[in-house]
C-alpha cells in the first residue's frame, strides 16, 4: 500500500464522514469512495460500514486504521532524522585494500575515519591487487586501493610512494650480495610486484640468487629478515623506527632513480556521491600522507 491509502484509512476513521474526510484529503467523494473500495478489495474484508448518519469503522478496520497510523508515524519519524542528519555522514563504506597498503598504512587512516564519522559501517576486504581489481569491476566495493600501476577508466587517486629497501642484519651494501650465501627471503605477491623485484635484480647481478626461502605473508618475510634468517627486499611502508639492528639500503633502478612502488585509489563515479565514500576520499586528500593527486 502506499503513503496515501495509510492516510485514507487514518483519516476515515477519525472523520467517519466520507464528505469531511474528502475535505481533508483534498480529493472528491466519488474518488475517495473509489479508493476505499479498492484498499478494501485489497485486504479482503469490509474496514468501513457505509451507513446514511456515516461511516462505522469494522473491528478490522480498527485494526487496520492503529496499523496505519503506526506506519505513518514511523515514516514521519524517518524523514525527519534524514532531514536533521542531512550533516551527518552514515552507511556502509565498502573499501578493498591491498594486503600491505592494508597491513601497514589503512590502520591509522580508519581510526582517524571512524572516531571522525563514528556512524559510519566498515566494510573491508584484502589481498592482492589484482584481487582488489577484480572486487571493483564486479562492482562490490566502493572503494579500491592498489598497488603499482593500475589500469582503471573512472576516477583514480595517487595516494603515496614508498621506495624499495633490501633489509638484513650484516649485508650493509649491494657488494656484499656477491658470493654471499645467506639466503633471499621473498613473500608471496601479485605479479607486478614480483616483476619489479626480478627486473631489478637480473639488471644488477644478471643471475638468479643462490638460495631462496619463500614465505606467505611480508610480516613473516621481515621478521625472518630481521632475526638474521636472510636478506629481503621490503617496501618502506613495511619499516618502522622499530625496527634497529639491521641495514637498509635503497635500491634504484637502472637510470639510478629510487625504486618505488606507487599506492593508488580507484573508484566508481557514482559511488563517489555517497556521503561516506565522500568523506573518506576527502579525509584521504587532505591527510599528509597522501599527495591528492586526481588522474
Known amino acids: ?3 496515501t491509502d495509510w492516510q485514507i484509512i487514518v483519516v476515515l476513521a477519525e472523520e467517519k464522514n466520507m464528505r469531511r474526510a474528502a475535505d481533508r484529503l483534498f480529493v472528491s467523494q466519488p474518488a475517495l469512495s473509489q479508493r476505499l473500495q479498492s484498499i478494501e478489495e485489497d485486504w479482503g474484508v469490509p ?3 457505509r451507513t446514511k448518519r456515516g461511516l462505522v469503522i469494522t473491528p478490522e478496520g480498527e485494526k487496520v486504521a492503529a496499523f496505519a497510523k503506526k506506519v505513518i508515524a514511523q515514516e514521519n519519524h524517518l524523514r525527519e532524522a534524514i532531514q536533521t542528519s542531512e550533516e551527518d555522514v552514515f552507511g556502509t563504506l565498502k573499501i578493498a585494500v591491498a594486503s600491505i597498503a592494508g597491513q601497514y598504512w589503512l590502520p591509522k587512516v580508519l581510526k582517524k575515519f571512524v572516531t571522525r564519522y563514528p ?3 566498515i566494510s573491508l576486504v584484502t589481498g592482492w591487487s589484482s584481487e582488489i581489481m577484480r572486487h571493483m569491476y564486479e562492482d562490490d566495493s566502493h572503494i579500491g586501493i592498489v598497488r603499482g600501476e593500475t ?3 573512472g576516477p583514480k587517486i595517487h595516494l603515496f610512494s614508498d621506495s624499495l629497501h633490501l633489509v638484513d642484519t650484516e649485508i650493509a651494501s649491494l657488494d656484499e650480495l656477491h658470493g654471499s650465501q645467506k639466503p633471499f627471503i621473498q613473500f608471496k605477491s601479485d605479479s607486478t610486484y614480483y616483476q619489479v623485484i626480478q627486473d631489478w635484480w637480473h639488471n644488477h647481478f644478471k643471475k638468479a640468487p ?3 626461502i619463500v614465505v606467505d605473508q611480508i610480516e613473516t618475510c621481515k621478521q625472518m629478515a ?3 634468517i636472510g636478506y629481503a627486499i621490503l ?5 618502522t623506527e622499530k625496527e634497529r639492528g639491521i641495514h637498509r639500503i635503497p635500491l634504484k633502478d637502472k637510470n639510478g632513480a629510487p625504486l618505488a612502488r606507487d599506492t593508488w585509489l580507484v573508484a566508481h563515479e557514482d559511488a563517489l556521491k555517497l556521503k561516506q565514500v565522500k568523506a573518506f576520499v576527502d579525509l584521504l586528500i587532505s591527510d599528509e600522507s597522501s599527495d591528492g593527486c586526481w588522474l
Do not use: A, D, Y
Not at 617496501?235 to 619499516?239: F, G, N, V, Y
Open 210 to 212: 643462490e638460495r631462496t
Open 1 to 3: 500500500m502506499q503513503r
Open 235 to 239: 617496501p618502506s611502508i613495511s619499516l
Open 47 to 49: 474496514l468501513f460500514i
Open 226 to 228: 630481521i632475526n638474521g
Open 119 to 121: 556512524l559510519v559501517k
Open 151 to 153: 589500469k582503471w577508466r
